[in-house]
């Protein structure tokens, strides 16, 4: 049997997943298991920065939560579309250009809750929660309040007998006001990673890494997973970008 308050959460290593994690925490969820999902994405390096994500957690709340890494890559062939599974190179603008479009990844969302929810039926978990958050909504539809709903719909009466519903708490704040309340909770920002590009070190100018710099900027703090260096730089790419 389950209890109520049981929950999956998907981590992808970026500042909204990680945020999630101890907002989840913090509101008193058991955090029975992080799924992690490998699907061949050009920025794989966020399955490193996931992990390191899931060990502070367990150190910061004496907990041990459960990281699955999960390697679903062999779709790729068969999602190959855009910039981060095909091989269009990715977009330096922000996400309210229709050139961002190409980062769409076809139904990652529902490819990767659907896998979860059954994972949680699996080990008895109530919930599943996912870091969708309105910043997304001009690019990603699988983001939005309306999918969220239907999806949750459509997985409960799928696993009737052992119910489970989606979790999206951060599905109506910006990027800025998801990064005020992972503020509030001290989260290790300095762990995570959003570029697309996926290289050593972010580009600083793809639509991720500029709403990342964004999220900082409007929260007046530097992004601490950045040299003082590339801080000075992202905030003078962002700006560049504001003004085109």
């Not at 990281?67 to 981060?84: M, N, Q, V």
């Not at 910043?135 to 983001?143: G, I, K, L, N």
């Not at 964004?214 to 790419?237: V, Y």
Request: aromatic share 10%.
């Amino acid at each position: 049997m389950y209890t109520m308050n049981e929950i999956v959460v998907i981590l992808s290593g970026g500042i909204d997943s990680t945020t999630l994690l101890w907002y989840l925490q913090a509101q008193g969820y058991i955090l029975k298991e992080a799924l992690t999902f490998n699907y061949g994405q050009r920025h794989s390096k966020e399955l490193v920065s996931a992990k390191s994500v899931v060990k502070q957690f367990n150190d910061s709340f004496e907990q041990n939560l459960i990281h699955r890494i999960i390697d679903i890559s062999t779709i790729k062939d068969l999602i190959s579309a855009g910039s981060l599974t095909g091989d269009k190179s990715v977009p330096k603008d922000f996400y309210d250009k229709e050139s961002q479009k190409t980062t769409i990844v076809p139904n990652r969302n529902a490819i990767m809750l659907s896998i979860a929810v059954g994972r949680a039926v699996t080990i008895n978990a109530r919930y599943v929660a996912y870091a969708a958050h309105a910043s997304d909504y001009s690019v990603y539809p699988d983001c939005r309040p309306e999918f969220i709903d239907k999806f949750d719909e459509a997985m409960y009466l799928g696993n009737l007998w052992t119910p489970v519903n989606i979790l999206a708490p951060f599905k109506t704040m910006s990027k800025t006001q998801v990064v005020t309340e992972g503020l509030k909770l001290n989260i290790p920002y300095e762990l995570t990673w959003s570029c697309y590009e996926g290289k050593e070190s972010p580009c600083l100018e793809c639509g991720t890494c500029l709403e990342r710099t964004e999220a900082f900027l409007e929260n007046q703090k530097s992004d601490p997973s950045l040299t003082s260096e590339q801080w000075d730089k992202a905030q003078k790419l962002y700006r560049k970008h504001k003004s085109e």
